[in-house]
């Protein structure tokens, strides 16, 4: 299977930073299946990103997704509060879909 | 808007059959277009995609559990189903059920969720 591997493990930073995830692929993902979602305490994920780059309908564009074959980026270009979470990637590219270990993103 | 919710025990006894159902509302299983799907979380671990069904029947199950796996669907009800045998104390998780969009014949990213159920496994 397409292991996913997320950094850094936590990211701490101030509202209004610019926060950088990395997800690496074990193998390059077919047609930039990959998606990013977004999960809080108590919550289930939220689609952020879906082909490596579109956002899902709702999304603020503060949240950009880039990358192919095995290197992927989820951007957020200045944190707002709500932004603090926890982030997971996702392939769909080959079976079985497959999820990163997420990414915490806390205050500072 | 879609909604899906989760229904099911919550406590499962080792070696039984966990059995979970989701109730979708605000639009038709019927409809097609969209896999229905379940993923499960691992206490304070990440994300694992179980498997999914179409409307017509069509499954497809995460080969680490297909032995074990059964889902269903029931489009008068509007509901789908998972059944996970022989479970053991490592299938303790939430579950979630979920929608894939079906686009250009590819799917795979979940747009909707359901709040989760917790199935904790014990005696």
């Known amino acids: 299977e397409n292991v996913l591997t997320q950094s850094p493990g936590t990211l701490s930073l101030s509202p209004g930073e610019r926060a950088t995830l990395s997800c690496r692929a074990s193998?390059?993902?077919?047609?930039?299946?990959l998606a990013w979602y977004q999960q809080k305490p108590g919550q289930a994920p939220r689609l952020l990103i879906y082909?490596?780059?579109s956002r899902a309908t709702g999304i603020p564009d503060r949240f950009s997704g880039s990358g192919s074959g095995t290197d992927f980026t989820l951007t957020i270009s200045r944190l707002e509060p709500e932004d603090f979470a926890v982030y997971y990637c996702?392939?769909?590219?080959?079976?079985?879909?497959?999820f990163g270990q997420g990414a915490k993103v806390e205050i500072k | 808007q879609v909604q899906l919710q989760e229904s099911g025990p919550g406590l499962v006894k080792p070696s039984q059959t966990l059995s979970l159902t989701c109730t979708v509302s605000?639009?038709?299983?019927?409809?097609?277009?969209?896999?229905w799907s379940w993923v499960r979380q691992h206490p304070e671990k990440g994300l694992e995609w179980i498997g999914h069904?179409?409307?017509?029947?069509?499954?497809y199950y995460n080969p680490s559990l297909k032995s074990r796996i059964t889902i269903s669907v029931d489009t008068s009800k509007n509901q789908f189903s998972l059944k996970l045998s022989s479970v053991t104390a490592a299938d303790t998780a939430v579950y979630y059920c979920?929608?894939?969009?079906?686009?250009?014949?590819?799917?795979?990213?979940?747009?909707?969720w359901g709040q989760g159920t917790l199935v904790t496994v014990s005696s």
């Open positions: 979920a929608r894939e969009p079906l686009k250009f014949g590819i799917s795979g990213y979940v747009d909707y």
């Open positions: 605000g639009g038709s299983i019927s409809s097609g277009g969209y896999y």
């Open positions: 069904i179409y409307y017509s029947g069509s499954t």
């Open positions: 193998q390059s993902v077919s047609s930039s299946y």
């Open positions: 082909g490596a780059s």
């Open positions: 996702q392939q769909y590219g080959s079976s079985p879909r497959t």
